[in-house]
């Protein structure tokens, strides 16, 4: 069966249908030239689009309610079970980077897909399993008077953990693997299918929220009310469905023939490599090898010149296969500017992080009452982040693009680097709205006597959390999309899985960070036995504390993207 590791030779024998037909770079499951008509294009996006829909239900089936597992059957106290949650999502939005090096490099996306989702449904079984085995705890324990229950055997513990980073490593194969093989259905030299390849990731995305939507709505509550081994059990179900749907679509699908070249990690490494060596080139000697080449002043020239001098060799000879050329130089350059706005990214990842675990233990507490016999699981509340989105996106096309476009002249109505900071701003002020609504949630706490009860619901309504999970939601659509498109677009061509695994790798090391923030905070503001500003009894917790914190960090973090942003340059001309 063919994959994205073919190579031009596989194909040389194959039987060519007509020329005018045939699709450059890519061939069928058998190994044959395409033809445009049989293969690719929206028939085989959308079996791809509805994989993730429901490998989207599957994860978020697992880690949206995670906190309210561990705090529940596992017996974790909330500062604990965030830093778990913080450590889970770190881990599987770091390890796509590891997934699409295995793909582009070793496996090719197709059979890297597939792994990853064995994988998955096996950890999801055995997730499963571990929610149902029976739990036996000590006489001591159940006697006991704790506000958290009793922990389960250590031996259970463990086995749950390892069933979920299972599922956590097959995030990271299939998650980077599945966008860019179904943008490779789509032929970019084609005008017809380049204006459906734009319209691929807009529904794409639209997809991946409805899919969270509904796995909040439906599954948070199958897990609060009626059983955590049915709420782990139905995800794993899904996506034995998704793998079977995409093994359906094998024989529409295109597959990308492997480029011949240098391994594309080892052309930008070498000129790192070469210019460290070089360290010691004057600029004259420089100047004199940039006038020999005939390379003229340009548009960010000046900036990293010291990777220029990986055009010398380490003996000041010009042998071809000792030095790295311009193109090799540029590459390494463009990874280079990455560098600033990844890092000042990280704080809007840290606050991104809160939505699935102090903001869902915030619900927990409130009244989340529908009509007189329904609760909104806590959750669940998740859901008006993706429903703001579902809701904005037509809106930002249709409606913000269109009016931004007359006033900017920009095609896309403001640049990719605009439209991640406007998002960031929006996070900022969401977290503002959350450390004043907390702030009134606990004085409630006190105006009605509830401070010492951590188990009384306290009568304020669950509706007041919701324009920080609408803000949330919008500030997504701006920053999130604007993150994918943007490392996808600037890092190198043949990097292409890495660069979206780059945007993803934001949200890991953002977790990690906001896992690590919150164990500092909670080791200083617990001293001495005073209740730290994550206390298991929430009414007596300053979790408004901790987002004026954040506010602040996300203030700092955004003079610094805008210092960044105004001095970057675009990789490519034609870059918006």
């Known amino acids: 069966m063919a994959v994205s590791g073919l190579t031009a030779a596989d194909t040389s024998e194959a039987a060519t249908p007509l020329l005018d037909d045939v699709v450059d770079g890519v061939v069928d499951y ?31 089936g697992i880690s949206s309610n995670l906190i309210s597992y561990l705090t529940g059957p596992l017996g974790q106290s909330t500062a604990t079970a965030a830093e778990n949650v913080n450590a889970l999502v770190g881990t599987a939005s770091l390890l796509p980077l590891l997934g699409a090096f295995v793909a582009d490099s070793f496996l090719g996306r197709y059979r890297t897909i597939i ?3 064995v994988l998955y449904v096996l950890g999801l079984g055995l997730l499963t399993l571990s929610a149902v085995l029976p739990s036996y705890t000590s006489s001591d324990c159940q006697g006991s008077t704790n506000l958290r229950p009793c922990s389960p055997p250590r031996l259970q513990v463990v086995f749950f953990f390892f069933s979920l980073y299972l599922v956590a490593i097959a995030q990271g194969g299939h998650k980077p693997c599945v966008q860019a093989f179904g943008a490779d259905q789509f032929d970019a030299q ?3 299918e380049c204006k459906a390849k734009s319209s691929f990731f807009n529904w794409w995305y639209f997809g991946l929220c409805f899919g969270t939507c509904l796995t909040v709505l439906i599954l948070n509550y199958i897990q609060d009310n ?3 081994g049915l709420g782990f059990g139905i995800p794993c179900i ?12 094998t024989t529409t699908y295109r597959f990308s023939i492997k480029s011949e070249e240098k391994n594309p990690f080892g052309r930008i490494g070498r000129v790192f490599i070469k210019a460290g060596r070089n360290w010691r080139t004057t600029p004259s000697a420089m100047a004199t090898e940039e006038e020999s080449r005939g390379i003229l002043p340009h548009k960010g020239s000046d900036q990293f010149k010291f990777l220029n001098k990986a055009l010398l060799a380490p003996d000041g000879s010009k042998e071809d296969e000792k030095v790295s050329s311009m193109s090799d130089v540029e590459e390494a350059k463009a990874v280079l500017r990455l560098i600033p706005i990844w890092i000042t990214c990280l704080v809007y990842a840290i606050v991104f992080s809160q939505s699935s675990t102090l903001f869902t233990k915030q619900g927990l507490t409130m009244d989340r009452s529908i009509g007189s016999s329904f609760n909104l699981p806590p959750a669940s509340l998740q859901s008006f982040i993706s429903l703001s989105i579902i809701i904005f996106i037509p809106i930002y096309d249709r409606i913000f693009v269109p009016i931004a476009r007359t006033i900017t002249r920009e095609p896309s109505g403001i640049t990719m680097l605009q439209r991640i900071g406007t998002g960031i701003f929006l996070s900022l002020i969401s977290m503002v709205i959350a450390a004043l609504i907390e702030r ?3 004085k409630t706490a006190i105006e009605y006597g509830l401070v010492d009860k951590p188990k009384s619901t306290v009568p304020m309504s669950f509706w007041w959390l919701v324009p920080q999970y609408v803000l949330f939601g919008i500030a997504d659509v701006f920053t999130m999309v604007g993150l994918q498109e943007f490392f996808y677009d600037q890092v190198p061509s043949e990097l292409k899985s890495v660069g979206l695994s780059l945007y993803l790798s934001i949200f890991g090391v953002g977790s ?13 503001t617990g001293v001495d036995g005073q209740d730290s500003w994550f206390s298991d009894n929430l009414n007596r917790a300053h979790l408004d504390y901790f987002y004026w914190v954040l506010a602040g960090l996300s203030a700092v973090a955004m003079a610094a993207y805008v210092f960044f942003a105004k001095s970057y340059i675009y990789n490519r001309s034609n870059t918006v």
């Open 30 to 60: 058998r190994n044959r030239p395409v033809v445009r008509s049989k293969s690719g294009g929206w028939r085989s996006a959308l079996f791809i689009i509805g994989v993730e829909i429901a490998e989207r239900c599957a994860y978020y």
């Open 115 to 117: 792994i990853a989702s």
């Open 190 to 192: 084609d005008p017809r």
């Open 226 to 228: 009626l059983n955590w």
């Open 238 to 249: 899904v996506m034995a469905f998704a793998l079977l749907i995409f093994l359906l679509g």
């Open 440 to 442: 009134k949630r606990l």
């Open 512 to 524: 990690f960070l906001s896992s690590f923030l919150i164990s500092v905070v909670e080791n200083i």
